[in-house]
């Protein structure tokens, strides 16, 4: 009889009598069934010399064909922009702001609980009338089939995900392009947010949801997405993120969370920051992955309000 190993050699996951005869070469459920489909070889094995018995996979050479969404579509265009997509299913921008979203999502999340948001969201986007609104949400898609296949090796959606995106903007792509009113933009948003924060606020993301809990729980009066009062609209609209309002004041400190790396993201954080600094606003600013220290993000924010108090506001010890 076979020696079994108790974990894969590829991954290292524990083996499973899955796939049935193919138990006996100690691998996972994941990539027993990648060596039925052909997607791996077994190049050589171990023998015990001993007493001739199967001993171990020593190596493996893994043949498996490029992630969905690096799969190059026959027209080499995007699914979800129609933009050139010589590498995959998505364009550069698309792929970035898909890896965005992905890394926004909290990794210990069931895959029941993935799947759900999948549905949920699928069915949000077919009430949304932005179209631009409408394409982000199918990379937040593309990055929930993504997720719960590599969490949890599950292709449930990765399966269907090209096709319910071609259905999706087949469907709401618009047949004479109008530019959209900042009402529409304003009622697809609130379509978006299905983050519910601790003090009841409607945030984009789950790091926005980190942050404003953190406020919550320092007890930090705060505002969620306010314009800027002092830069005139007539320049141009900023709004911030957090507003945080100074007693006897008509002013207050302002917070930033830039989230993304895509490039017109990038290119408003830049517009932003200027803004700030040209009118000499109060600003603290947190990156893209400062939300997972949170013990840190806590303290540090603490700190920064307080010294801003003081130096805009001559407010000593604005926070206790």
Same mark, same amino acid.
């Given at each position: ?77 995007? +699914? ?35 799947? *759900? ?11 949304? $009338? ?33 096709? *319910? ?7 709401? $792509? ?9 009402? !529409? ?19 984009? !993301? ?62 408003? $954080? ?10 000499? +606003? ?27 108090? $003081? ?10």
């Amino acid at each position: 009889m076979s020696k079994e190993i108790s974990t894969c050699p590829i991954c290292g996951a524990p083996t499973s009598s899955y796939m049935g005869h193919y138990r006996k070469d100690g691998l996972c459920k994941k990539h027993a069934a990648d060596l039925k489909n052909g997607l791996i070889e077994i190049v050589a094995v171990g023998v015990d010399e001993a007493d001739n018995k199967y001993h171990s996979v020593q190596k493996k050479n893994i043949t498996e064909g490029p992630s969905i969404e690096r799969q190059r579509q026959e027209d080499g265009k995007c +699914i979800v922009c129609g933009s050139d997509a010589p590498n995959g299913s998505l364009c550069k921008d698309c792929y970035y702001e898909m890896l965005d979203y992905k890394d926004s999502f909290d990794k210990n999340d069931k895959l029941f609980e993935l799947k *759900d948001y999948y549905f949920n969201l699928r069915s949000n986007i077919y009430r949304m $009338k932005n179209f631009d609104y409408i394409q982000s949400n199918c990379n937040k898609l593309m990055a929930l089939a993504v997720l719960s296949k590599d969490l949890y090796g599950d292709e449930s959606l990765t399966d269907r995900i090209v096709s *319910d995106i071609k259905e999706i903007i087949e469907k709401k $792509k618009p047949r004479e392009k109008q530019e959209s009113t900042e009402y !529409s933009k304003t009622q697809d948003s609130r379509r978006e947010e299905l983050h519910r924060t601790a003090d009841g606020h409607y945030v984009k !993301s789950y790091p926005e949801s980190v942050i404003d809990d953190i406020l919550y729980e320092l007890r930090i009066i705060h505002c969620y997405e306010r314009k800027v009062s002092q830069i005139s609209s007539d320049e141009q609209t900023v709004t911030a993120d957090w507003f945080i309002p100074v007693e006897n004041s008509r002013s207050g400190i302002y917070i930033e969370y830039w989230g993304m790396n895509t490039k017109e993201y990038l290119q408003n $954080k830049e517009r932003k920051r200027k803004a700030y600094k040209a009118h000499n +606003i109060p600003l603290i600013e947190i990156e893209k992955d400062d939300y997972k220290d949170k013990r840190g993000l806590e303290d540090r924010l603490l700190s920064e309000i307080n010294a801003l108090a $003081k130096k805009y506001f001559g407010r000593v010890d604005f926070l206790k």
